[in-house]
């Protein structure tokens, strides 16, 4: 039993040290004494780090996050991004980062509004992530100012020269072997000292290691995160005032790369730019077709769809096309981009559309193809309408699409785990009474379709209270894709044999009288991991339901037949014995297929951690819950190790006990911590 005091230690390390103290202060000031309407200002973050302590350049380097802020009020103002200073370099064992350190001011231009009067509000949230020698802790905090329009500000002093983006770019040349970088040092001026990548085309560790050759600076390639062909390649490195410089460096003549051959895959489509209506608006008035996909980390779907953008054919086309491809990244809910989905009729993704001038959008099924994507684009080339045949039916047809739509969600990424526990359930009641297997497929069908009409009310009463929100949506909520995460390790660790739940919860019935209740929940499981995929057909008639001309009647009536669609196969098999008489008799083989099935649960909770690490973006939290599911696992093994039935009772009541406290402390630290 000595070996089970290992999982409290790890839990006491866990919990050991819950927050950190906030050894950096963070505030806004007010750079601009005059402030006046129509024109620029500008004001700036505000970081103190206390000794020893330090935070992050733009481009941090080996580790580290730079800082944000996300704003909540700007009294109609727009804010820039940051104007970074110059940075430093610090070597940490081995470690090289680009850091500030004791006060740094991250500058930022507001456009003032032409009708701007009173007094201007700047509030939002600041994160960050502050470092020493023994370690890295993130933080945020609530930030607000406010100055008047017009004179009588007192401004903050900052010294200008530090800031390289307001003084004129240098210019030179480089040229690569593809082992290293050689840049031009730029006439006439005494720029020998460290040269900081403003991106990761070169590494840290070349950055420390680069060489002052003649009139050059040669930096190795080696452990460069990106290609040097990627973009722009600028550097800030110091002036001879003492200030920061950025230098742009042009890279020679390439040899030209010889035509991709048939054999050869063509580069995935164009190259992906942040949606914003701005960006948007722009592209349309140069005349360009634009390409938009609406997407998020948590859509399986949309996922899924990107296989599309690799295939040769379309990569070709797009690109011959000249297509502004736009990603708008609906992960966090961002509110601009619901307005904008709801211009299209739709409450949720994945929604892909084509974009051009004088045209009405070509709007793309949900399930995309590469043929339909050429099609459509061949359309707006020539100047015609297109619309997919999904999106323009009569009231039975969505009704049709919805039951569909529901069926094929049985085949989707998101469901496919659960399939093989449905399987097993099948071939278990395959010599049942038949009054039990038919009792079962109707329990699984209501406990599937209560969850999509409880699903329809929530979204129903939250539409009404004036949120945004669709299919999907609980998939925006990181506590709540923290809970399905560990559901799936959970589930999947039993069907592995590591310990013993029952498996009523994944389809199996576990008698008579629970076995019920089971049953029915497996529905209820069914349908909330269903939720991050749409099966074809079925996000356009999710549109039609939640739109806001649908009464709730038909809405709830939309989300039934999705709801009878999805239980229809398992439904099918219950209420007809010679279905599920072909099935295989029960056997060895049952194991042999549930131990197997453990691994897409696993997969899917690995898929959950990436859309949680999108949610959060909070690296350390992120960390503390990779190593909460490992400690969650733990106990699950405690458990099923020395909670057997061949155990004593006092090993028995002990592995409970430690399992509950690795799994509910962790848990519950987890739940606590959850930015």
């Not at 009708?115 to 930030?143: I, M, N, R, Y």
């Not at 100012?145 to 210019?171: C, E, F, H, I, Q």
Request: glycine share 10%.
């Amino acid at each position: 039993m000595r070996f089970l005091a290992l999982g409290l230690f790890s839990l006491f390390a866990l919990l050991g040290d819950l927050s950190a103290a906030v050894r950096t202060k963070v505030d806004l000031v007010n750079l601009t004494p005059d402030i006046r309407p129509g024109e620029k200002a500008l004001i700036a973050m505000r970081f103190r780090c206390d000794p020893h302590f330090h935070i992050y350049w733009q481009n941090p380097g080996d580790a580290g996050q730079a800082p944000t802020v996300e704003w909540q009020e700007l009294s109609g103002t727009k804010v820039g991004a940051f104007i970074w200073p110059g940075p430093k370099l610090i070597d940490q064992s081995g470690v090289m980062n680009f850091v500030y350190e004791d006060e740094t001011l991250l500058l930022m231009e507001v456009a003032v509004p032409s009708d701007a009067k009173g007094t201007l509000t700047f509030k939002g949230k600041a994160e960050w992530l502050e470092c020493d020698d023994s370690g890295c802790w993130p933080h945020d905090k609530q930030v607000e100012m406010t100055v008047k329009v017009g004179a009588g500000n007192v401004p903050y002093k900052y010294d200008a020269k530090l800031y390289p983006a307001l003084r004129p770019r240098l210019s030179t040349t480089a040229s690569s072997d593809g082992k290293s970088l050689t840049v031009v040092l730029p006439a006439g001026d005494k720029l020998t000292k460290t040269w900081f990548p403003v991106r990761g085309f070169v590494s840290p560790t070349a950055t420390a290691k680069q060489k002052l050759v003649g009139d050059t600076i040669v930096i190795e390639l080696a452990d460069a995160t990106e290609t040097l062909d990627s973009g722009d390649l600028i550097f800030t490195t110091r002036s001879a005032d003492g200030g920061f410089v950025d230098i742009k460096a042009v890279l020679g003549a390439a040899p030209s790369k010889p035509a991709p051959t048939p054999n050869t895959p063509a580069k995935a489509a164009g190259d992906w730019q942040p949606w914003s209506p701005e960006a948007q608006a722009k592209a349309l008035a140069d005349g360009k077709i634009v390409y938009v996909d609406f997407t998020a980390r948590w859509c399986a779907t949309c996922q899924v769809n990107k296989r599309v953008y690799t295939q040769e054919d379309v990569a070709k086309a797009l690109n011959q096309a000249g297509v502004v491809m736009l990603k708008a990244d609906w992960t966090k809910k961002d509110a601009v981009i619901a307005n904008e989905l709801g211009k299209y009729g739709r409450t949720g993704i994945p929604l892909n559309v084509f974009l051009k001038t004088g045209q009405p959008p070509a709007i793309l099924s949900e399930a995309l193809t590469g043929t339909e994507v050429l099609s459509a684009l061949s359309a707006v080339s020539a100047g015609k309408p297109y619309q997919a045949e999904t999106t323009t039916h009569s009231f039975f047809i969505w009704m049709l699409l919805a039951f569909g739509g529901g069926v094929l969600l049985n085949l989707m990424p998101c469901v496919f785990p659960m399939i093989g526990l449905k399987v097993l359930g099948f071939a278990k009641e395959a010599g049942a009474a038949r009054s039990k297997v038919i009792l079962n497929g109707l329990l699984y069908s209501a406990g599937v379709i209560a969850s999509f009409l409880a699903l329809a009310l929530l979204i129903i009463g939250l539409k009404s209270g004036g949120s945004s929100v669709g299919w999907g949506f609980q998939m925006q909520s990181p506590g709540f894709v923290l809970g399905t995460c560990v559901l799936m390790i959970v589930l999947g660790l039993s069907l592995a044999g590591v310990f013993e739940i029952g498996v009523g919860l994944g389809g199996v019935s576990a008698g008579d009288g629970d076995g019920r209740v089971a049953t029915f929940l497996s529905g209820v499981l069914a349908t909330v991991v269903a939720t991050p995929c749409t099966a074809p057909g079925l996000g356009a008639a999710l549109g039609f339901a939640l739109d806001k001309e649908r009464s709730t009647g038909e809405t709830l009536l939309f989300f039934t037949v999705i709801g009878l669609g999805m239980a229809l196969p398992y439904l099918l098999l219950s209420m007809f014995p010679r279905l599920a008489a072909m099935l295989p008799r029960p056997g060895e083989w049952m194991e042999s297929l549930k131990q197997g099935m453990s691994f897409p649960l696993f997969a899917y909770a690995l898929y959950l951690l990436w859309v949680l690490n999108a949610l959060v973006e909070d690296a350390a939290w992120v960390r503390d819950a990779s190593l909460g599911l490992a400690l969650i696992a733990t106990a699950c093994w405690v458990l099923g190790r020395w909670g057997a039935l061949h155990r004593s009772d006092r090993e028995r009541l002990t592995a409970k006990l430690v399992s509950l406290g690795l799994f509910g402390g962790t848990l519950a630290y987890l739940i606590a911590t959850l930015p």
